[in-house]
């Protein structure tokens, strides 16, 4: 097979790039900078927790990697995880070493069953298609069509959380599962992704640090509504109401040395609000930045932030 030099060019020219998470090229080749390294499931000798992949949806390649630890609640039932990685839309994955580790300790500690989802990613896959995996994964879940799920959880006590770009999508999620009559108990927002047009807080104002960043939201979401599109910042004017979601418990953590700090903040207040009946917690880490706890969760910040989190699902 002969390659012409005009396909090489085009292989090798610059479509779009936002380091540090891709670089695209007119070729159609996505380069990712990071957060493609994947772990098989397995028994983790550490913790005793059994992990195991479970195809969702056939047609996209959607899929859950699901987390029984070793011993179970009073009752034998256990908390729901349904959980939702960040990475900007665009990298990462349940299985990463990161996320893999992270469910490990998670469903150990609280202890829980956690299901961590794996929806396709942009720029392959624009959104909203991560919106709409993600809610088919939920749906999924309350199917109860796995036999862990079935056999092990509770399902008056599903949690849905994410962070980062994870958290974004956690709380459209939430939305709709409230729309649609699922129950869900708590929603935990960690670092939340959330963005818009005009700065908040401490957010730089500088067009030189504002303008990639819309460029990004419109490259991975064409048919956007715009820079305050609901799903880029849910406290826009005509976004669905706060008060919709139909939870127990919000907790919305935070990071202090974190750009996007000051949206999770602004959320959290205007949930408080919004007329929403439920209980809501804020919880800043002093001296740290973006999920810091995925990085370094031998830390003494890091152990405290984990806690806190198996604390809420506790719950």
Same mark, same amino acid.
């Given at each position: 097979?002969?390659?012409?030099?005009?396909?090489?060019?085009?292989?090798?020219?610059?479509?779009?790039?936002?380091?540090?998470?891709?670089?695209?090229?007119?070729?159609?080749?996505?380069?990712?900078?990071?957060?493609?390294?994947?772990?098989?499931?397995?028994?983790?000798?550490?913790?005793?927790?059994?992990?195991?992949?479970?195809?969702?949806?056939?047609?996209?390649?959607?899929?859950?990697?699901?987390?029984?630890?070793?011993?179970?609640?009073?009752?034998?039932?256990?908390?729901?995880?349904?959980?939702?990685?960040?990475?900007?839309?665009?990298?990462?994955?349940?299985?990463?070493?990161?996320?893999?580790?992270?469910?490990?300790?998670?469903?150990?500690?609280?202890?829980?069953?956690?299901?961590?989802?794996?929806?396709?990613?942009?720029?392959?896959?624009?959104?909203?298609?991560?919106?709409?995996?993600?809610?088919?994964?939920?749906?999924?879940?309350?199917?109860?069509?796995? *036999?862990?799920?079935?056999?092990?959880?509770?399902?008056?006590?599903?949690?849905?959380?994410?962070?980062?770009?994870?958290?974004?999508?956690?709380?459209?999620?939430?939305?709709?599962?409230?729309?649609?009559?699922?129950?869900?108990?708590?929603?935990?927002?960690?670092?939340?992704?959330?963005?818009?047009?005009?700065?908040?807080?401490?957010? *730089?104002?500088? *067009?030189?640090?504002?303008?990639?960043?819309?460029?990004?939201?419109?490259?991975?979401?064409?048919?956007?509504?715009?820079?305050?599109?609901?799903?880029?910042?849910?406290?826009?004017?005509?976004?669905?109401?706060?008060?919709?979601?139909?939870?127990?418990?919000?907790?919305?953590?935070?990071?202090?040395?974190?750009?996007?700090?000051?949206?999770?903040?602004?959320?959290?207040?205007?949930?408080?609000?919004?007329?929403?009946?439920?209980?809501?917690? =804020?919880?800043?880490?002093?001296?740290?930045?973006?999920?810091?706890?995925?990085?370094?969760?031998?830390?003494? =910040?890091?152990?405290?932030?984990?806690?806190?989190?198996?604390?809420?699902?506790?719950?």
């Amino acid at each position: 097979m002969e390659f012409t030099a005009a396909a090489v060019a085009t292989d090798d020219e610059v479509e779009f790039e936002f380091p540090p998470l891709f670089r695209t090229y007119r070729s159609g080749r996505v380069e990712r900078f990071g957060g493609t390294d994947k772990v098989s499931p397995s028994l983790d000798p550490a913790t005793g927790v059994d992990s195991k992949d479970v195809i969702i949806d056939p047609s996209t390649g959607v899929f859950a990697r699901l987390y029984l630890p070793p011993a179970t609640a009073p009752g034998g039932k256990l908390p729901i995880l349904f959980y939702i990685h960040g990475g900007g839309f665009c990298i990462e994955s349940c299985a990463s070493p990161l996320y893999h580790r992270h469910h490990n300790a998670l469903s150990s500690l609280t202890p829980l069953l956690s299901v961590s989802i794996d929806y396709r990613l942009a720029p392959e896959h624009r959104l909203p298609a991560a919106y709409d995996d993600s809610f088919t994964a939920l749906r999924w879940v309350f199917s109860q069509t796995d *036999p862990w799920l079935a056999q092990h959880g509770d399902f008056s006590r599903v949690f849905v959380a994410g962070d980062s770009a994870g958290a974004n999508i956690a709380h459209h999620v939430a939305l709709r599962a409230a729309a649609e009559g699922l129950a869900i108990k708590g929603l935990a927002l960690i670092h939340p992704f959330f963005w818009g047009s005009v700065p908040v807080g401490s957010e *730089p104002t500088e *067009p030189d640090f504002r303008a990639p960043h819309d460029r990004f939201w419109k490259y991975i979401f064409p048919e956007t509504e715009g820079m305050d599109d609901h799903r880029r910042n849910p406290v826009a004017d005509g976004a669905p109401s706060l008060a919709d979601l139909k939870c127990e418990q919000v907790l919305v953590t935070v990071a202090e040395k974190d750009v996007l700090r000051d949206r999770g903040t602004l959320y959290y207040k205007k949930l408080n609000e919004s007329g929403w009946n439920g209980e809501a917690e =804020l919880f800043e880490s002093q001296e740290v930045s973006h999920v810091f706890h995925l990085f370094h969760p031998e830390t003494e =910040l890091g152990k405290a932030k984990i806690n806190m989190l198996v604390d809420f699902f506790r719950k």
